[in-house]
């Protein structure tokens, strides 16, 4: 084998092959000695190889667990953003947005039945929620439209090169308000958004919500255990005035058609169960946008449900996660109908 015009005594090939893709991160590489004989620059490159598989060892050992990293959104206020990785091929990313008093991180089983799927999942905390900070950490600063920019930022900041399945959207309670609100205004036009995944969104609220206005974990979920990683914080609506105004204003404004495209699933709890959201409200909003589609929208409701729908105690949080993951291989497939192949306690309606 010659190289630049000279007889080289060892030829050494390897192959480092890196997937764009985050998931399908590995490394090959073989190395073919043609003599015996190894040089200095031989073993130099032997030992680049070896210490290349070893990183991509690691990274492929953090698929299904979550990573997280702070994004200065603006000036003054970072987030927490996750991402979580399948262990095989990227089939679409889904990019969730959690409710009040939530954090990104209190959804890891809904999170895991989408990787598990092979969905990458990203995620991030609201201002005032879970470990986003700065000066203007304070969601009461911020707008819809404002989220709305730092979720289409976060999707930016966590995209990869070379992308090849959709874009969906979830969210549950004001996060599936804020995912609403962003398929009406159609953001994220860079990419597409290619489904959405409703859980009791806040397209219609009460008054007061939880238990006389603040949020309690007896009121958001039947589970005893939920998978919660921190406190509910802020604890009530009440505390942040500017931003609960901005809510009703933006419930309101719900009610106008979404994308006639675009496929989207909703799935509501209990009528007097969900203490968050005005669930017969929430209905009607799904059966009106479903009159306007001309792709699926299926709902489902799960009587007897608390608000916390996806961390619901056995067969009802398992049927919720069952649907999400369903509906999103459906978008992944290009399917143009939905219909459940798993049976359980939420029918659709």
Same mark, same amino acid.
């Given at each position: @084998?010659?190289?630049?015009?000279? =007889? ?6 390897? $192959? ?20 015996? =004989?190894?040089?200095?620059?031989? @073993? *130099? ?12 060892? &690691? ?14 959104? *603006? ?7 996750s991402e979580m990785l399948?262990? #095989?091929?990227? /089939? ?6 959690? #409710? ?8 890891? !089983? ?11 999942? $990203? ?14 950490? &304070? ?37 599936? %308000? ?18 959405? $995944? ?7 609220? !009460?008054?007061?919500?939880?238990? *006389?206005?603040? %949020? ?8 005893? &255990?939920? +998978?919660?990683?921190? =406190?509910?914080? !802020? /604890? ?13 204003? &933006? ?7 979404l994308p006639h495209d675009?496929?989207? $699933? ?36 799960? *009587? ?8 619901? !105690? ?29 049976? #359980? +306690?939420? /029918?659709?309606?």
């Amino acid at each position: @084998m010659t190289i630049d015009g000279k =007889e080289s005594r060892a030829f050494r090939e390897y $192959i480092i092959f890196r997937s764009k893709r985050v998931s399908a991160q590995f490394i090959h590489f073989r190395i073919i000695f043609v003599s015996g =004989e190894v040089d200095s620059v031989s @073993m *130099k490159t032997t030992i680049f190889a070896l210490v290349a598989l070893a990183a991509s060892f &690691n990274t492929f050992a953090q698929a299904g667990k979550l990573k997280t990293r702070m994004l200065e959104v *603006k000036v003054g206020l970072s987030v927490r953003v996750s991402e979580m990785l399948p262990k #095989g091929d990227v /089939k679409g990313d889904i990019l969730y947005l959690h #409710g009040f008093g939530d954090r990104l991180d209190n959804h890891m !089983p809904l999170f895991k039945a989408w990787t598990d799927k092979g969905f990458r999942v $990203i995620s991030f905390d609201l201002p005032s929620h879970g470990e986003s900070k700065g000066l203007f950490n &304070n969601i009461d600063l911020h707008s819809f439209e404002d989220i709305i920019g730092f979720a289409e930022k976060v999707e930016r900041f966590t995209r990869e090169d070379d992308i090849d399945g959709p874009f969906m959207l979830a969210g549950w309670s004001t996060g599936g %308000l804020l995912a609403v609100r962003a398929a009406q205004k159609e953001a994220f036009a860079e990419r597409g958004v290619e489904g959405v $995944i409703l859980f009791a969104p806040a397209v219609s609220v !009460p008054a007061l919500v939880g238990r *006389k206005g603040f %949020l309690t974990q007896e009121s958001l979920t039947s589970n005893p &255990n939920p +998978p919660h990683m921190g =406190e509910i914080t !802020p /604890k009530s609506p009440l505390l942040k005035p500017i931003f609960s105004g901005r809510l009703l204003v &933006n419930a309101a404004a719900a009610n106008k058609s979404l994308p006639h495209d675009l496929p989207v $699933i909703t799935i509501v709890a209990g009528e007097t169960e969900d203490l968050y959201v005005n669930t017969p409200k929430v209905k009607e909003w799904a059966v009106e946008q479903r009159l306007n589609a001309r792709f699926m929208r299926p709902a489902y409701q799960c *009587k007897s449900a608390f608000h916390e729908l996806d961390n619901e !105690p056995g067969l009802v949080g398992q049927n919720v996660r069952d649907l999400a993951v369903e509906f999103a291989q459906a978008i992944a497939s290009g399917q143009d109908t939905f219909k459940s192949k798993v049976s #359980g +306690p939420c /029918k659709s309606f």
